[in-house]
């Protein structure tokens, strides 16, 4: 395998250094480098400090060395690209990373393979440390997290041998829940913080390339972090950005002109939502004509720091009038921060009283803030239904999606991405992980197993137009790992493919971070129908959508009831108290949601006259469906169908309370430290450190401290 001379080698798998390798007196490098054989192989390089390296030759044409002069030169630099000048080099590294799709492919796999090739993982397939395509993809299965989980759970429990990753696991990164509806936990190494931080760093100058003075300004970004954990064996379990936002790279990242936030850290890393939220706007609002672009992660992020403005601005204006800060904001970093940041300043709360006192929010944005150039907020997959709402407060500002990445892994970016949001595509870098992707047909799904892997198609040989299933092997552990994510293609980067996010596999509800799907709603409606039965009344059909009208949006459920004895028919009290059974029995994803982010609203049940579905069913038949072939859909967006729903409601209901929600909330089978605080709901705990311990249902606040007589515990849900 070749690494071209314009590419970093260091681009496969470390922090980066820009190495010029030229080699003299062999007539095999004669030809130009792009022509040189795929067997070639690639420098080691192995980094200590980010600006100080030892590099390997071992691995670097051992019979040539002898007889070849090799002359190099290393030039080493921070984890930010040297791009402040030209912004050619980083752009010159994505011509070099999509021209070379696939040997850089087959290259990054090799690495992954040597690397872990002493993993239990892997030598329970017997892979026999082959690092080949052919033998890899033979005899390592497609997986998905509940085959990982007993491999994860062992880590999550303080095993540290290599179970799946030959290096240690530094932390797990959390992401959507699993059937059991609790977060999955990806492993993630030290190294991985390096391959995030590359795709952050091309991000920039992409954009460069479309968007003037982004220099000259400032980024008005509303970033949070989320509640973190330990596992039972110590290790960290958060979400990708939480950890990105505690990590050196970015608490003490060097000035840069180009991404200069009005936040400071002491907000973005307040973990009290509100305290967080409110300095980060009262930073804006102070900065306003600085600001070049408002953003957040998710659009919802977005909407909510707005719906934020409406209900706070008397008590940001009150501040900025008198240069003191709201007293609720009681956290002593950010007081002692903001004491250097608040002055008083009458004229701009006279000017933000006048702008938000009034009913019409529209394109408050840029009244706000007059000199933003675009939102930087994601708007594709579930996050499209945000899009009209963004375009009445902002005016229709350009909102590009810039990067495409999750806690499995960062993918790639989009190359354009000034296009609009049905347009986005997202170019996959081939140096980021090893790529493979099932095709997928809606209506011929794909049966898997570990025994027979099915037939992949490499990154580079997907065809223009067809839809796949992403599938990844990463540096830390996860191979064949299927991700859930439905794309497809739409083009061609030189030999790299790009691709349109079509959506989350077998996802039916989205309001954020959140993902609900079909099994997770139906499981939800048969919980909150036990505490119909006593009524005599069953849930006959139903249907739902994500209501993002609202802010927070929240998820509505429709419900057509059959009832034997309508003079004893469930209460409106009983109703609401079915919204919060079906919140409690969703997945902590979105519990948190609702509890710590406020991300979510309550949950409604809207009842609808008997008869509705079959309406349902004569409408669908009307537009062509088949009477044979047709379903109710368990999720609907079309307004016509929306309209018919909301035209035959006879009752709404609202949950009436927060779900519970705990930061750390597992069912499964641990050794659970005897120094642990728990609580136990409608449940007899029988304790005896002699024998096995059966708990009926626990809710588990873990301390973190670690003590030597542990016993073991088996924790059953039901």
Not at 299 to 304: D, E, I, K, T, Y
Request: glycine fraction near 4%; proline fraction near 7%.
């Amino acid at each position: 395998m070749f690494v071209p001379s314009t590419v970093p080698p260091t681009l496969l798998f470390g922090p980066l250094a820009y190495v010029a390798l030229s080699y003299l007196n062999h007539d095999a490098l004669k030809p130009p480098i792009n022509t040189l054989p795929s067997h070639f192989p690639a420098p080691s390089l192995t980094f200590t400090l980010p600006k100080t390296f030892s590099l390997s030759l071992s691995p670097l044409f051992p019979s040539l060395l002898q007889s070849s002069k090799l002359t190099m030169t290393v030039q080493s630099d921070s984890l930010s690209l040297p791009c402040d000048q030209k912004g050619q080099e980083p752009l010159q590294l994505i011509e070099d990373l999509t021209t070379n799709t696939d040997p850089y492919q087959e290259e990054v796999l090799r690495q992954i393979l040597t690397q872990n090739a002493h993993t239990e993982y892997l030598k329970r397939f017997g892979l026999n440390a082959a690092t080949d395509r052919h033998t890899f993809k033979s005899k390592v299965p497609v997986v998905t997290y509940e085959d990982l989980r007993p491999d994860i759970e062992r880590i999550a429990n303080g095993d540290r041998s290599p179970i799946l990753c030959a290096r240690p696991i530094s932390e797990f990164l959390t992401s959507s829940g699993t059937s059991a509806g609790e977060r999955k936990l990806m492993p993630t190494i030290d190294e991985d913080m390096d391959r995030r931080q590359f795709l952050y760093s091309m991000q920039m100058p992409v954009m460069k390339q479309f968007v003037s003075d982004l220099d000259k300004g400032k980024a008005l970004h509303f970033l949070f972090v989320k509640a973190e954990s330990k596992t039972p064996g110590g290790l960290l379990a958060r979400p990708v950005l939480t950890s990105y936002y505690n990590s050196q790279q970015f608490k003490k990242r060097p000035f840069d002109p180009y991404n200069v936030l009005t936040s400071p850290n002491e907000a973005i890393l307040c973990p009290d939502s509100f305290q967080s939220m409110y300095t980060q706007m009262l930073c804006g609002l102070i900065m306003r004509h600085e600001v070049l672009r408002v953003g957040a992660v998710f659009a919802s992020g977005l909407l909510r720091a707005i719906r934020f403005l409406q209900l706070n601005w008397d008590q940001l204006a009150h501040d900025i009038h008198t240069g003191t800060l709201n007293p609720k904001v009681t956290d002593p970093f950010i007081r002692e921060c903001m004491s250097k940041i608040l002055k008083p300043d009458p004229e701009l709360a006279t000017f933000i009283k006048n702008e938000c006192s009034g009913e019409n929010w529209e394109r408050i944005i840029v009244r706000i803030w007059p000199n933003t150039k675009y939102l930087e907020v994601i708007v594709t997959g579930a996050m499209a239904q945000y899009i009209p709402t963004l375009d009445y407060y902002s005016g229709g500002l350009p909102k590009p999606c810039t990067m495409y990445a999750s806690s499995e892994c960062f993918f790639g970016l989009n190359l354009k991405p000034m296009s609009e949001p049905s347009d986005v595509s997202y170019t996959i870098l081939p140096n980021m992980g090893y790529f493979e992707f099932l095709p997928h047909d809606d209506d011929s799904q794909v049966t898997l197993s570990r025994d027979s892997p099915p037939r992949l198609v490499d990154l580079a040989d997907v065809e223009l137009g067809k839809f796949y299933e992403l599938i990844i092997t990463t540096y830390s552990g996860l191979y064949r790992y299927r991700v859930g994510d439905i794309l497809q293609v739409t083009g061609f980067h030189n030999s790299d493919p790009q691709f349109r996010f079509v959506r989350r596999k077998n996802v039916l509800l989205s309001i954020d971070s959140d993902k609900t799907d079909e099994a997770e709603l139906q499981k939800a409606i048969e919980n909150a129908s036990e505490m119909l039965k006593e009524f005599k009344t069953s849930v006959v059909e139903y249907t739902s959508f994500a209501d993002t009208k609202s802010i927070p949006g929240h998820y509505v459920i429709y419900w057509e009831l059959f009832m034997k004895d309508t003079s004893h028919s469930p209460t409106s009290e009983v109703l609401n108290q079915c919204c919060l059974v079906m919140e409690e029995s969703l997945n902590s994803v979105y519990r948190q949601g609702r509890v710590a982010d406020n991300s979510i609203g309550p949950l409604e049940i809207r009842v609808v006259k008997n008869g509705t579905f079959e309406e349902l069913m004569d409408y669908a038949i009307s537009r062509g469906a088949s009477i044979n072939q047709y379903k109710v859909p368990r999720c609907v967006n079309f307004e016509p169908i929306m309209e018919l729903l909301d035209s035959m409601v006879v009752s709404y209901h609202f949950s009436p309370a927060a779900p519970h929600w705990t930061p750390e909330r597992r069912t499964m089978r641990m050794y659970f430290c005897a120094r642990a605080t728990y609580s136990v709901r409608d449940t007899r705990l029988v304790y005896n450190s002699q024998i096995r311990i059966c708990i009926v249902r626990v809710d588990v606040l873990l301390t973190g401290s670690c003590v030597t007589n542990l016993f073991p515990v088996t924790l059953l849900d039901h």
